[in-house]
């Protein structure tokens, strides 16, 4: 077994495909139990020598029990609860909900608030990706960029808030429409921040590919094959960048995604520095919609009354959030509230193809792989680690991994 | 009956339900009112896997999006929600709701790994073969096990959120 | 004299330590933007420290499930005293919109005590930055905060 996997270690930086046989009777990709680990909240990494051999994720930390309240809720008031299921991906949520309500009612969605929700979304897209690469450089030890990302998405959230009132959770989507129109005179001012937003993303994009700091902690770094991530139902830019074209605006369209055109970018491998170029490229063909839909935006009203009983059915939509596909399910026994509402968030669906990236990695790689799939931040906050040889046990913050992995790359900054 | 109103439907996708239809009927699949965008199978649990197996490897539908748990009264519903391209597959099948188990996907679907814990701490649903069903995934580690799993009807948030500490 | 000098100091530079205890991360990434550029919480002295047993001030988001609830008790009992504790957001303040669901606490002063609630679903940074100017008995200059 030893040999097996020192020779799989060094095969690691060049395929992944087939590696993580480690239960060798079957694909899944978590190892057995181990009975020295006892502590339930933290996600644990098992190491032989250097390397990750094993991680048991746990993610109860945040469980609060959404789907058993929607059940006691009304359709309306459920919009509310669910877009705070997340506070990145919020309008995700709450447009994937009433979408699939709204399937089951026989009205026709207005035109402009189709667009609307198209503007929102993509707002959400923009500024979920530049939060992500500015954590990057907080992970990878590049502080830099992490104060001059945010600082930029600020703008994107100025835009947001003039459109719904709130920065983070828009509760702009209800049942046929959404709650606010754009008022037109603010239009020009959004197009000419997002243009703005745009040379930023090509100055970043450079510094991506360019800067030292960066490229040494991520190329190379968090590889895995597009089969494996198919095998194991992955979504969104972590698939694209393998090179997988799958997208749900382009291959089941929602909202007025059918009359914005819209770019798939796609790369030819993963690992975190592809990643990162995906996201960036990403926010450019968000802005790019963004403008065509506030140029393009029908007139008309933005919502419809409707009653507030939902007919007898069930049905299921999806969304493309920042992260990936985000999928619910709805069922309604003709009634006031809903019989069932299931949420499969994309994190959830990508956690998998997360675990399989960090095995054979060093604990100095880890904060830069798990922050690659764009998890939510209790993930880091809470690792334990185990050494399968000596039997050593310990716990460390995220903050104390991360300070490891910059010394472990940067010595230098050593205090 | 749910109606999708994004875009008109175009025949081949007809043709992709018809072909999964036929390609499932030796498993008894059953069909079940969906939408032009929404095709529902119910197969006997005892076919579940075989259907998965036809589906993912004959059929290229590869993507699981997730498994959703349904109580429906007398029974438990499993429905294996697939995306292919515009369409969504429902592949459904019940089990029984005082011996709830069945088997793992995971040789077939590594990527069901997940779903399944969740069914499981939701439903109380066993599945064999799955590596970690002594495991909890989302449920806290001080879930009472003689408490009913959370999403059956019959078990009431007051009396979780009184036997997790929540309420006195 | 010893002791009016380390409470100066620790008025000048606080140091906090953030724990999300079964948030959405809404809280959590306002209270980190508070620390960007635009807003700058470090102008003020305030520095966010990787652990428990280097701060003052324990900055709470989320409704506190069962499963962070031990790992909260823990954290504040590694803060040496004088410690405050501030509650931000509604979920932090009384389990917020989750409020019945199965696996929703109360909010955390059902778990340790608080001394400054910061409402808002998130609060704003700039309602992050007068709480904990709050808390520090500063006065403010500018209504704005910033």
Known sequence: MHDTFDKTVQDRKETSAGLMQYSAENLVPFGPIHPALKEPEYFKLILEGERIVDVIPRIGYVHRGLEKAAEQRPWIQNIYMFERTCGICSFAHSMAYVQAVEELLLYKLPERAKFIRLVVAELERIHSHLLWIGLMGHWAGFETLFMWVWKDREIVLDIVEAIAGNRIHKSLATIEGVKRDIPEPLIPGFIERLKYITTRVHYYRNVVDTESTLLIRTEGIGKISADRLEQLCAVGPLVRAAGIPRDVRRDDPYAAYNDVPMDLVTKSGVDIHTLMQQRLDEVVVSVNMIIYALEHMPPGPVKLRVPPVVPKGENASHVEAPRGELFYFVKSNGGRMPERVKVRTPTLANLPSALEMLKGHTLADVPVVLTGIDPCFGCMDRLSFLDRDSQKLWRWSGEELRQYGIHHYFPERKK | MARRMRHTVETSAVDLFTLIEKKLSPANAKRETGSDRLLVLRVPQDQIIASLKLLTEELGLKHLSTITGLDIGDSIELNYQFWHSDRIVDIKTSISKTAPRVETCTPVIPGAVLYEMEVHDMFGVTFEGHPWMDRKLLLPDNYPKDLPPPLLKGTSSEKIRKAVGIEK | ?146
């Not at chain 3, 530079?13 to 953030?18: A, G, R, T, Y």
């Not at chain 3, 980190?32 to 324990?58: I, K, M, N, Q």
């Not at chain 3, 109360?106 to 409402?119: A, E, F, K, N």
């Open chain 3, 1 to 146: 004299m010893a002791s009016r000098l380390a409470s100066w100091s620790r008025k000048r530079s606080p140091w906090v330590f953030h724990v999300n205890a079964s948030s959405c991360n809404g809280c959590d990434i306002e209270l980190v933007a508070a620390f960007t550029p635009r807003y700058d919480l470090e102008r003020f002295g305030v520095v966010l420290v990787p652990s428990p047993r280097h701060a003052d001030v324990l900055v709470v988001t989320g409704v506190v499930n069962p499963q962070t609830k031990e790992r909260l008790q823990r954290i504040y009992e590694q803060i040496p005293e004088p410690k405050h504790v501030i509650a931000v957001g509604a979920c932090a303040l009384s389990g917020g919109v989750f409020q019945g669901c199965y696996n929703a606490g109360q909010g955390v002063d059902s778990v340790i005590p608080v001394d400054l609630y910061i409402p808002g679903c998130p609060p704003r940074p700039e309602a992050i930055i007068y709480g904990i100017r709050k808390l520090l008995g500063e006065k403010d200059e500018t209504h704005s905060g910033n």
